[in-house]
């Protein structure tokens, strides 16, 4: 079956190539959010899709107040745009459902635990600003079992939630290493760790940083080891709709105005006009100042920012690093200076 | 939910709790019944037999499990034994032997005794197992190694063993107690007894902060006075027995006594012997004690890989140490210097036998060989490289070199095999060693003696040259069997200038390593990682992915 947005935007590039590209203006195909960065000012609010609660990316504390890596992220998107981090409405969104509502228009931006795959580049009407966390396919293990390696897995029972490629990935890799495993597939997580936490399975696999959350959520987590084998590339990253290549651009830059801020050592607090220390301060006004022209913010904005969530270290420490119940290291995701493979262009 | 799973999830609940409130649990004996004992047997048996939903170490030794615990005599192991709280000491104590404690689960099974009511035969039943299969996890790493990933590097698993798990599990009930087991069961080799001496010995350094590094700088030789002598003298108190404390007055000179000493510490460490203190040994010196550990660690993983019995005389290599040593009766007879194979030809670590000598060999240049570097010199050249004794072989007919237009050849378009013949400088020398294997690797002599002088001799495509190969042929032969050889004998058919073949009778094992740790009369020795062997192994056992 042709899929409906792929129709849509065959016929836009068919209408363009024979009218000449002034009538996709004219046509004004979803001229209401041709300007997201409009919407959003409009409103003074961002609308910012998140999971439906992970551990450690998006959470509700005891008061209702959302908190997790992936609301960090919005939070800076609203502090950069709108000078304040608290001017977000989140949606909860389903793994089925996340790439719909960005497309209907229903939310400004999706930072909800998503991986970046050329297919959905493709074939969605999507755009990945770029990668904030990069994760890949792991397994759970019960500590009692002594297991410290996915190849030492043969004859396991596996539980995997369905609907994802989850388990296509597992299939692959124990078939490459010629190894014989049963998997136990779930409708979701909590009865996937219910199975999982009953013996019914040995192992759990999910991706890491999942895992990890499952993990902390176990009676006592410290009985359960993740094993040391990554399977899968799962880049995770911010997402926009296509055709607003100025919403993009200006997500994408707060995500890696984010990660230089860690490599220059830019915090709130180095950057605090009195407090802090002028190099520092000066540095993240000129790190920010391509943005200002481009995208009308203001002159401080990555101060703004910093101010709100801290930079890329910040939110991971606060939300996924090793003092949380998640207790997951860097490992790839430190700064490439650090070992790690995060790396974000330039900032002038 | 069928029944099994309902048992374990209500272990696994019980030990959670238990762990969560003591950080290192103590075992504690239960007493059970010899009725209570027999019940958990049955259950074991019929667990065992009919049970799908066994824990995954125990299906993984379903099999061997069975035939254990089916055995007329196949006593229980664990429940109301002593050996438990003293396999629980071994797991914790990992590190004496350079396992990973935190690879096994010794608080989980400590709580997982304490979680099941006496009462209860069949969760009783299971701990048992859980015990037995951890047991065997263990033993298994104790004496043939670790679980590694074969991608990891294949050079390192050309004969990976396994151990026979029903042998272990009688061999341990028959056992006095569980220390007595593990100590005959450990590596048998006195070389890994002392490694495991030098693994403490360092650790305890460890501990005590190491070593302070000593500057780099100018060369310092013997006589020289230096403002780094203080630092020079404090590192090698440390390790190599140096006074700490120098002639008043003469602090910063380079005296005999601390020559004496670096010359040690570089005999040691494979270096140039020359007493001076010069960029080499200085970085030597400044390894770290943490780099000197996992280097003994890795030496004992690899004894465990080695086979069970080396023989009573037998042949050893050690590529990283460029040495060859020849055993009888657990005394090293001989000690030759070796060129092995560079990184990018490396000589693959085996065990095998010699089977024959050949004297005045052909050279057989491997096909590889032939095309990238002989071709070359024969479009060149092909005079020389008959004056140099070669020539090319088809079918039954040999040619001379000069003979053929080499510029109509290449690469998938080759139907010689080139071969030099014997003669002095034929690269094989004047003799060869066999022990026909898949690798084409042998021992033999070269006429490029010189690099016998270096420190560093990885120079060969793979191939072990001897430095005193002709000197090597009567003993070998005398422990193949083949009486009757003595230096005149061999250098009459050297002599001859006739290949000669002498097959051994008794065919003699040598075994090609790769140790950068041993202990010599006392001394720990180490070389460096000539082929970057260690920093694999180190990476895959710390359980890391690489990507290589």
């Known amino acids: ?348 | 939910m069928n029944r099994s799973i309902v048992l374990f999830a209500g272990l696994r609940a019980i030990v959670l709790v238990i762990v969560a409130a003591c950080a290192s649990p103590v075992f504690a004996q239960t007493r059970l019944s010899s009725q209570d004992l027999a019940a958990v047997r049955v259950n074991i048996v019929d667990l065992l037999a009919n049970e799908p939903n066994l824990p995954l170490p125990v299906r993984q030794r379903q099999e061997a499990l069975a035939t254990y615990y089916s055995e007329q005599n196949g006593d229980l192991l664990w429940l109301g034994q002593e050996r438990a709280p003293a396999f629980i000491e071994w797991l914790r104590s990992a590190a004496d032997d350079g396992l990973d404690p935190a690879s096994y689960p010794a608080d989980q099974l400590v709580s997982l005794n304490e979680a099941v009511p006496v009462t209860d035969a069949r969760g009783r039943a299971i701990i048992e197992l859980h015990f037995s299969a951890a047991f065997l996890e263990y033993a298994s790493d104790l004496k043939v190694g670790r679980f590694l990933p074969r991608k990891v590097d294949p050079n390192f698993f050309l004969q990976k063993r396994e151990i026979d798990q029903v042998a272990a599990l009688d061999q341990l009930a028959a056992a006095e107690n569980l220390d007595q087991f593990f100590i005959s069961w450990q590596p048998s080799a006195p070389e890994y007894a002392a490694l495991r001496v030098a693994l403490s010995d360092y650790r305890a350094l460890l501990a005590n902060g190491g070593w302070p590094t000593v500057p780099l700088g100018d060369s310092l030789k013997p006589g020289m006075t230096d403002p780094r002598v203080p630092a020079l003298r404090a590192r090698l108190a440390v390790t190599d027995g140096a006074s700490p404390v120098a002639p008043p007055g003469a602090e910063d000179v380079y005296d005999d006594e601390l020559v004496a000493v670096v010359r040690s510490f570089q005999k040691r460490h494979g270096l140039d012997v020359d007493g001076i203190a010069g960029k080499a040994t200085i970085v030597a010196m400044n390894v770290p004690v943490e780099d000197r550990i996992e280097e003994i660690v890795v030496a004992m993983e690899r004894w465990r890989w080695m086979p069970e019995s080396l023989g009573s005389k037998y042949v050893m290599v050690n590529i990283a140490g460029f040495e060859l040593k020849r055993v009888s009766d657990g005394k090293v007879e001989e000690k030759m210097a070796v060129v092995v194979g560079k990184p990018y030809h490396r000589t693959p670590v085996f065990s095998d036998e010699i089977r024959y000598l050949e004297f005045n060999p052909y050279w057989n240049v491997p096909a590889g060989i032939a095309i990238k570097e002989e071709l070359p010199k024969l479009k060149k050249n092909p005079a020389a490289r008959a004056a140099a004794g070669f020539e090319a072989v088809q079918g039954d007919k040999v040619y001379s070199l000069t003979s053929i237009n080499w510029n109509r050849y290449g690469p998938g378009n080759f139907p010689f095999q080139i071969r030099q013949r014997p003669g002095p400088n034929n690269a094989l020398g004047r003799v060869k060693y066999m022990f026909p294997n898949q690798f084409n690797v042998y021992l033999h002599d070269t006429p490029a003696k010189s690099l016998f002088s270096r420190s560093d001799r990885a120079f060969s495509h793979g191939c072990v040259r001897l430095s005193r190969p002709l000197e090597f042929a009567p003993p070998v032969l005398a422990a193949g069997g083949v009486s009757g050889w003595n230096m005149a004998r061999v250098n009459s058919v050297i002599a001859s200038g006739k290949r000669t073949v002498v097959n051994l009778e008794k065919p003699l094992p040598v075994h090609i390593t790769y140790f950068t740790a041993w202990v010599d009369q006392g001394v720990p020795n180490f070389r460096a990682d000539v082929y970057d062997q260690d920093e694999k192994l180190i990476a895959a056992l710390g359980g890391k992915s690489i990507a290589w």
Request: hydrophobic letters at 40%.
């Open chain 1, 1 to 348: 079956m042709i899929n409906k947005q792929a129709l849509s935007r065959r016929l836009r590039a068919t209408l363009a190539a024979a009218l000449g590209l002034g009538l996709m203006a004219a046509q004004g195909i979803e001229a209401a959010s041709a300007s997201t960065l409009e919407d959003v000012r409009g409103r003074d609010k961002l609308i910012c899709g998140i999971s439906e609660g992970l551990a450690g990316f998006s959470d509700k504390d005891e008061a209702g107040n959302w908190y997790g890596f992936d609301v960090d992220f919005c939070r800076a998107v609203a502090a950069a745009v709108l000078g304040d981090p608290q001017k977000v409405d989140y949606v909860q969104l389903s793994a089925n459902d996340r790439f719909k509502a960005l497309t209907d228009g229903k939310i400004d931006l999706l930072s909800r635990n998503s991986t970046w795959t050329m297919s959905r580049d493709l074939d969605l009407d999507l755009d990945f600003a770029g990668i904030a966390y990069y994760d890949g396919q792991g397994f759970l293990a019960h500590a009692v079992d002594g297991m410290t390696s996915a190849l030492e897995l043969n004859g396991a029972r596996i539980c995997v939630v369905s609907g994802t490629t989850t388990e296509e990935n597992a299939a692959e890799y124990f078939a490459d290493n010629g190894m014989d495993v049963t998997f136990l597939r779930f409708a979701d997580r909590g009865q996937a760790r219910k199975a999982y936490a009953s013996g019914e399975c040995d192992v759990y696999t999910a991706d890491s940083s999942a895992l990890a959350a499952e993990r902390s959520l176990l009676d006592v987590p410290d009985d359960h080891v993740i094993l040391s084998e990554v399977i899968s590339k799962e880049p995770l990253g911010p997402v926009t709709r296509e055709g607003d290549p100025q919403w993009t651009e200006l997500v994408r830059w707060v995500l890696y105005g984010l990660i230089n801020a860690e490599e220059a050592e830019l915090t709130a607090a180095s950057v605090d006009e009195k407090t802090g220390d002028p190099a520092k301060r000066h540095k993240a006004m000129q790190f920010g100042a391509p943005g200002v022209k481009e995208f009308g913010l203001s002159d401080d904005w990555l101060i703004v920012v910093l101010n709100a969530v801290g930079n890329y270290s910040d939110i991971f420490e606060r939300n996924l690093g090793e003092q949380t119940p998640l207790a997951l290291r860097r490992g790839v995701n430190a700064l490439w200076t650090r070992g790690g493979i995060l790396y974000a262009p330039p900032m002038h």
